[in-house]
């Protein structure tokens, strides 16, 4: 199903679970998936930097643009928030995407950055942009194998992926990455 526009609406996907727009009453749900989802990655800073990444702003102006993926059961599973860039009409931006431990490699993920994707190209946008901390080698790996490329840094790390220095603030250091539509 699509919208006026070409770009995917929210629906049923593989196996039972439901694709939807997230609302502010999503919040609560979306802050304990941050917390417990990463597995402790960062310890309790950690889930608490996490946390006040997706504050409830997010789903109250850029629902058009986010997704929520439940079972059937109504238990979260997945969620993507992004937004099209208000400054750089070309740009379209990932800000925090999340599946459930038990959930990942199911192709989910790939199901949510498909479907922004396509939201982003109905918007006339040419690419998206996304970051991620330097320690988090898994979302580094997916978002290469997504065909995102690495943007120049301050620096190169340990593993030669190239690191911006105080990105998000002293000792906040992050990854950036962009993609082409």
């Given at each position: 199903?699509?919208?006026?526009?070409?770009?995917?609406?929210?629906g049923q996907l593989p196996g039972g679970l439901m694709l939807r727009r997230p609302t502010?009453?999503?919040?609560?749900?979306?802050?304990?998936?941050?917390?417990?989802?990463?597995?402790?990655?960062?310890?309790?800073?950690?889930?608490?930097?996490?946390?006040?990444?997706?504050?409830?702003?997010?789903?109250?102006?850029?629902?058009?643009?986010?997704?929520?993926?439940?079972?059937?059961?109504?238990?979260?599973?997945?969620?993507?928030?992004?937004?099209?860039?208000?400054?750089?009409?070309?740009?379209?931006?990932?800000?925090?995407?999340?599946?459930?431990?038990?959930?990942?490699?199911?192709?989910?993920?790939?199901?949510?950055?498909?479907?922004?994707?396509?939201?982003?190209?109905?918007?006339?946008?040419?690419?998206?942009?996304?970051?991620?901390?330097?320690?988090?080698?898994?979302?580094?790996?997916?978002?290469?194998?997504?065909?995102?490329?690495?943007?120049?840094?301050?620096?190169?790390?340990?593993?030669?992926?190239?690191?911006?220095?105080?990105?998000?603030?002293?000792?906040?250091?992050?990854?950036?990455?962009?993609?082409?539509?």
């Amino acid at each position: 199903m699509t919208d006026p526009e070409g770009a995917q609406v929210p629906g049923q996907l593989p196996g039972g679970l439901m694709l939807r727009r997230p609302t502010p009453a999503d919040h609560p749900r979306l802050q304990v998936a941050l917390a417990e989802w990463w597995g402790g990655l960062g310890g309790e800073a950690g889930a608490l930097q996490r946390q006040l990444l997706v504050p409830r702003l997010f789903l109250q102006h850029f629902a058009d643009t986010s997704f929520l993926v439940e079972r059937p059961d109504g238990t979260l599973h997945a969620f993507l928030i992004g937004f099209l860039s208000q400054t750089d009409p070309g740009t379209a931006y990932i800000h925090f995407v999340g599946v459930c431990p038990r959930g990942r490699r199911g192709g989910i993920g790939s199901a949510l950055y498909d479907r922004f994707f396509a939201t982003a190209r109905a918007a006339g946008r040419s690419r998206v942009r996304c970051i991620t901390s330097p320690n988090n080698r898994d979302s580094i790996a997916y978002h290469t194998r997504m065909g995102f490329r690495l943007e120049p840094g301050d620096r190169c790390d340990e593993h030669g992926v190239p690191v911006h220095e105080d990105y998000d603030g002293p000792g906040l250091d992050r990854v950036s990455f962009v993609r082409e539509l």
